[in-house]
C-alpha cells in the first residue's frame, strides 16, 4: 500500500515537475517570439528608414552628377566655339596684314608709275600703271572685306571670350587699316621722280620703297602678340575646364 502510494506520489511528481518545465519553457519560448517579432518590425522600419534615406541621396547625387555634366558640356561648346574664334581671328589677321603690305605695294607702283608716264610720256609706263592701278583696287577690296570680318570678329571676343581683347583687336586693326594711308599726294610722287631721274636713274627710282610714302608700317610682333594673349586666355578657360 505504501510502496503504491509512493509510486503514485513519485509520478504526480515528476509529471508536475514536467508540466511546469514545459509551461516555463513554453512561456519562455512564446516571449523570445513574441520579442522576435516586434524585433524583427523595428529593424525592417529602420531598413525601409535607411533605404528612403539612401534613395534620396543617391537621386541627389544623381541630380548633382546630371547638372554637372551639363555644366561640363556646357563649357565644353563654349571652348570650341572660342577655339573657333582663334582660328578664325588668325587667318583674317593675317589675311589683313598680308593685303595691307600688297594694297601698298601696288599703291606706291601705281603711284610710281603714273608719274613717269606723266613725265616721259612713255606708254609702257602708262600700262604698268593701268596694271598697278588694278592690282591696287582688288587689294584694297580685299582688305576692306577683312576689315569688316575682323570688326565682327571683334564683338564676337567681347562676347565670349573677353571684352577688352575685343578692343584690342579693333585697335590693332586700326593701325594696319592706317598703314595703307598715302602720306603723299601725286604732285609729291613727281616731284620725287623728276628728281631722282635728274640726280639718279630710273632704276633708283623703281627701286624706292614704299614706306616713306605711307603711314607707319605694320608692325609683326603686334600681331604676334595679340594672338598669343588670345590663345592664352582661351587656354586658361580649357585649363578651368579639365582642371589641368
Not at 3 to 30: C, E, G, N, P, R
Not at 31 to 58: F, H, M, P, Q, W
Not at 177 to 200: G, T
Not at 218 to 243: G, H, M, S, V, W
Request: with cysteine; proline share 1%; hydrophobic share 35%.
Amino acid at each position: 500500500m505504501q510502496w503504491d502510494l509512493l509510486m503514485i506520489y513519485i509520478i504526480v511528481s515528476v509529471a508536475v515537475s514536467l508540466t511546469t518545465t514545459f509551461i516555463v519553457q513554453y512561456a519562455s519560448w512564446k516571449g523570445r517570439n513574441l520579442a522576435t517579432k516586434e524585433d524583427i518590425s523595428g529593424i525592417t522600419t529602420k531598413i525601409e528608414d535607411v533605404k528612403l534615406n539612401y534613395s534620396e541621396k543617391l537621386e541627389d547625387y544623381k541630380n548633382r552628377l546630371w547638372e554637372l555634366q551639363h555644366e561640363k558640356g556646357r563649357l565644353y561648346e563654349e571652348f570650341k566655339i572660342k577655339h573657333e574664334i582663334l582660328e578664325k581671328v588668325i587667318v583674317k589677321l593675317n589675311k589683313f596684314g598680308s593685303d595691307a603690305i600688297n594694297h601698298r605695294i601696288y599703291a606706291h607702283h601705281r603711284n610710281i608709275y603714273l608719274a613717269l608716264y606723266k613725265i616721259g610720256n612713255e606708254e609702257s609706263d602708262n600700262k604698268q600703271y593701268r596694271e598697278f592701278q588694278v592690282k591696287a583696287e582688288n587689294s584694297y577690296l580685299d582688305f576692306g572685306n577683312q576689315s569688316y570680318e575682323l570688326t565682327a570678329l571683334a564683338s564676337t571676343i567681347k562676347v565670349y571670350i573677353d571684352d577688352t581683347l575685343g578692343g584690342n583687336l579693333l585697335i590693332l586693326k586700326g593701325k594696319i587699316k592706317d598703314s595703307v594711308n598715302p602720306k603723299k599726294n601725286e604732285d609729291d610722287y613727281i616731284q620725287l621722280v623728276r628728281s631722282e631721274l635728274e640726280a639718279k636713274s630710273r632704276d633708283s627710282v623703281l627701286s624706292t620703297t614704299e614706306d616713306e610714302f605711307f603711314e607707319d608700317s605694320i608692325n609683326p610682333d603686334e600681331i604676334a602678340c595679340f594672338l598669343y594673349q588670345l590663345q592664352e586666355r582661351i587656354k586658361d578657360d580649357y585649363r578651368k575646364i579639365t582642371n589641368k
